[in-house]
Nanobody, 118 residues
Framework: QVQLVESGGGLVQAGGSLTLSCVASGRTFTSYAMAWFRQAPGREREFIGAISWSGGLTDYADSVKGRFTISRIKAKNTVYLQMNSLKPDDTAVYYC???????????WGQGTQVTVSS
């Protein structure tokens, strides 16, 4: 059974940086794309960005474009979210997810908390 496990969350000051990791465990992990989402209290879950597992093509939400970068190391079954110039509005629980078909993310991690202080 494949599981996604995020790590790297924490408390950071505004303007700082943080890198999240998401490791897919399990013998037969495969994916069409991996994505990062976030959800702040009282808000709906927000798509941050995604990366195609095979070709490494990326797509980002406008709210994070230019500040966040998604990458992956296929050999490690790991996807990363590099977050720079963090703002208090970036405070949320961050989740990674995997899709076997486009835009259908059906495998999710447990989430990791990111808190940005002003």
């Amino acid at each position: 059974q494949v599981q996604l496990v995020e790590s790297g969350g924490g408390l950071v000051q505004a303007g700082g940086s943080l890198t999240l990791s998401c490791v897919a465990s399990g013998r037969t992990f495969t994916s069409y794309a991996m994505a990062w989402f976030r959800q702040a209290p009282g808000r709906e879950r927000e798509f941050i960005g995604a990366i195609s597992w095979s070709g490494g093509l990326t797509d980002y939400a406008d709210s994070v474009k230019g500040r966040f970068t998604i990458s992956r190391i296929k050999a490690k079954n790991t996807v990363y979210l590099q977050m720079n110039s963090l703002k208090p509005d970036d405070t949320a629980v961050y989740y990674c997810a995997s899709a076997l078909v486009p835009s259908r993310y059906d495998l999710w991690g447990q989430g990791t908390q990111v808190t940005v202080s002003s």
